[in-house]
């Protein structure tokens, strides 16, 4: 067993220049219990107080170089604290007086009895222990952040500590003899007051809080305990009071308070169902709509709801789980669930949820519950419609299909109803059938148009959250108004129709068959492009044969896939727009039209140019448009460029570009790939 440390003996310092006196006065202070330690003279007694600790000093009058005297009033100049006993063989009184004044605790004479001595250092010692406890606890007060004040029996105040007057704005001499009523906010009632001294008065203590008065007016909270001190013969004879400034704990206590205040009324205000769980998951908190929402009541949060309750069976390991990652910051997709009211009804919810951290510390989860019933109603009838849609758009798409064919062969057929004059009366018939259909197609296609921004439109609307109700009013009203059924059962005879024209065209060309020559639309034949060129110039040579003069510069080039009665069609379309651009100018002389061709690696190129009146950068961004033309009225349908850029672009994956020069006239080059096959031959 350890045994608690030994109390250090205190330490007697012996000064006297007669050493047989400092033997027998060390003998006597040992005897008593003490350590001794002994000083020649004055001078060595200052040395040992200023090197090793000394709890008493006996010190001899008479010595040489520093007497007692001079050396007890070092010890008063430099603040020595331990209590010093003189001695002297003398019975100078002067010296007796004149040492008690300079702070000698006794005057013994010699010979020392050893009673008396003991006795004397007993006593000096025991009130140099209660000076230093004293000065310990003033030290204390002075020193302590909480308020100290000390009254007498009928509350007179008889002292207060530094922290006091910080807080109060009151100096010690300002409320000295005061009575506390000096501080008094005459917030509380009397009834408070009179409690209060029943209390104290009855030798109990009284812990409570204070709403006082600052010197300057300000009012400030303290937090205080107020208890009585008694006598030797148990009478109250003070009361003292430990209070703390309370203030700023108050204000933080009210903030806080607001802030729950707002909190909880904001989250009445908002359109959803909020809550908060701790981290086992039972729901601490929720608001109005939580409880409407899943049917519980206020009560039974109280009495202990799992926030696994509010989920069907099947989703609780899914909460848990999710619960688990959101405090554990673990990312998770999925925040649909189906919820449960407390009379067993399912419906679909969407969580959004972030944990709740205090100090540092998950401590549960908070989040916003929405309801997302008339969502999937609505997401369900969505996708009943767009499936309608997808199925009619599927349609329609093959309709204008058909019907981009139609209108690139007849393009191809108006362009070679241009070249052959000998054949326009006999051409003439036919075409204006076709054009009329094609017409009433134009107005079919605007109507299919019209109710597919219809679609669009709808399909805008949801992925904005707006309402659709009176749009789907307004697209079936619509569709009735087009009679949407009469135009789909035209369509399908206007083609039949058209197809008889063309027919009847086919006829008439049929000595034309070399350059009409048609492929499937999608077929691709290996051909040589300048052969193509040669073939056009042909038929088209009644087009610029009395405005232009045609140069050639064709290069020796290697076969292509592609289709040619396409491609063809494009050349004829370039070389009639270059002849109808040259003849705007009704120049007196002959344009030119120049046709050049070349290849590298990968590709083939041919372009046309002539030197007409050119083209102006805004007709530029507009050139390649359906029905897009610079033409006069009645002498281009605008389909011709459009359609080329079609076949080269979409059809052969190539390129068609336009350039006019700054010293005039237009440029088109075409650009195709080339897939070129082993040992393919070449031809000029």
Known sequence: MKMPPTKKKPVVLIADDNAVVRVIVSRMVEALGYDSVTATDGDNCIAILGSRPVDLLLLDIHMPKKNGLEVLSYIRDHNYT??????????????????????????????????????????????????????????????????????????????????????????????????????????????????????????????????????????????????????????????????????????????????????????????????????????????????ELFGYTKEDLEAGVSSLELFMEEERSRVAYTIECRLKDIPFERHEYTGKKKDGTGFPILIYSAKIVRNGCPVGVRGIVLDITERRKIEEELLRLNHTLEHRVEERTRELENTHRQMILRDKLASIGQLAAGLAHELNNPINFVRINFSALQEDIDDLQSILAGYREIIRKYEAGEALNGALHDLHQKESDLGIDTLLEDIPKIFSESKSGFDRIKTIIESMRNFSFRHHENEKVLFDINKGIRDTLIIARNEYRYIAEVKKDLSKLPLIPCNPEQINQVFLNLIINSAHAIASQQRTESGMISIHTWHDDDHVFCSIADDGPGISNEAMLH???????????????????????????????????????SEGGTVFTIELPLRQLANTDKHD
């Open 82 to 291: 331990l209590p010093v006993i003189m001695s002297s063989g003398s019975s100078d009184l002067e010296q007796a007086v004149e040492s008690l004044k300079l702070g000698a605790y006794q005057y013994l004479l010699k010979p020392i009895d050893p009673e008396r001595l003991g006795t004397t250092i007993k006593n000096a010692l025991r009130e140099q222990d209660l000076r230093q406890q004293v000065m310990l606890l003033t030290a204390a007060m002075a020193q302590s952040p909480l308020t100290v004040v000390i009254t007498g029996p009928d509350g007179t105040i008889d002292y207060v500590n530094p922290a006091f007057t910080v807080s109060s704005g009151y100096s010690d001499e300002e409320v000295r003899g005061k009575k506390m009523k000096l501080i008094s906010s005459g917030k509380h009632s009397q009834n408070f007051y009179k409690q209060l001294w029943e209390t104290i008065s009855s030798g109990k203590s009284w812990d409570g809080e204070f709403i006082n008065r600052r010197k300057n007016g300000d009012l400030y909270w303290e937090s205080a305990t107020i208890s009585p001190i008694t006598d030797r013969v148990g009478q109250i004879a003070h009361y003292i009071a430990i209070k703390q400034d309370i203030t700023q704990q108050k204000k933080e206590q009210e903030a806080l308070a607001e802030s729950e205040m707002r909190f909880q009324e904001l989250a009445e205000l908002l359109p959803q169902p909020v809550f908060e769980c701790d981290t086992r998951g039972i729901i601490t908190y929720t608001n109005r709509l939580g409880y």
């Open 623 to 661: 050139i390649f448009e359906p029905f897009f033309t610079t033409k006069s009225p009645g002498k281009g349908t605008g389909l011709g460029l459009s359609i080329s850029y079609d076949i080269i672009v979409q059809k052969h994956e190539g390129k068609l570009s336009v350039h006019a020069p």
